[in-house]
């Protein structure tokens, strides 16, 4: 509850910085032309991962908790990260891709066995339409309003205790709306600072997801700059013997293409 009430402080405190576009500048900015311009921002977040996952009925769920510290040695397949953007004028439309397999020791839900192993493979996917509504060479935000598309595959091997060993997989695929809002800072010498926050969920396809960033970057040229922050998301799902209530946390760095 108390990372519930932080998300949705910080997401009003960015929506808020809205209201200060006279003190930012007298006349913002127009963005510079109405000609599309993109950009392409290649990352790696280094998450841990932490929380509860099911794949069976009739059975407790597992808990996993995996430092960002270790997570290279979870890694279990293809991993890629990458956010594109696409800007008109004050509209733009923006995309976060993530997909990676992860494979870790877990609790064994109940006494009944010895040892359980997770392997999980992991899609997910925010895209929203953006409306600048500060553009300024003090500060710029954007409101954002999307979906979030999750798909995810839980296996979980049990060893033999008292029961015999056993395996099961379940994945679920779900869409959820969020909202959320974007400030970017420039300072001196080409440094600047960025912040993101969103929420969603609410009753639909997922109980809950909410995720913040803060990160500070470099621009080289005009159309390369780079990140580095720290992320966090958090994502509470569950249909049927399929469960997803986990957390994704750590350092982040990226590249921006722009063009």
Known sequence: MLRRLLAVRVLIFLISITGMRGALAQTPDAPASNTWHFSVSPYFWMAGIKGDVGAY???PPSSI???FGDIFSHLDGPTAFVAAEA???RFGILGDVQYLTIKADASTPGPLYGNATLKQWNFNSTISGA?????SPVAS???LVGVRIFHIDNQIDLSGGILPPRSNSIGDTWATPVIGARVTVPFANG????GYADLGGFGISSDWTW???GGIGYQFKSWLAAYAGYRYLD???RNGGFLYNVSQQGPMVSAKFSF
């Open 141 to 143: 935000v954007d409101t």
């Open 235 to 237: 994502v509470h799902h």
């Open 211 to 213: 995720q913040i960033y």
């Open 191 to 194: 440094f600047l600072f960025n």
């Open 57 to 59: 009925t009739n059975l």
């Open 65 to 67: 908790d995996v430092a």
């Open 131 to 135: 409306y600048r509504v500060v553009d």
């Open 87 to 89: 800007w008109k004028g």
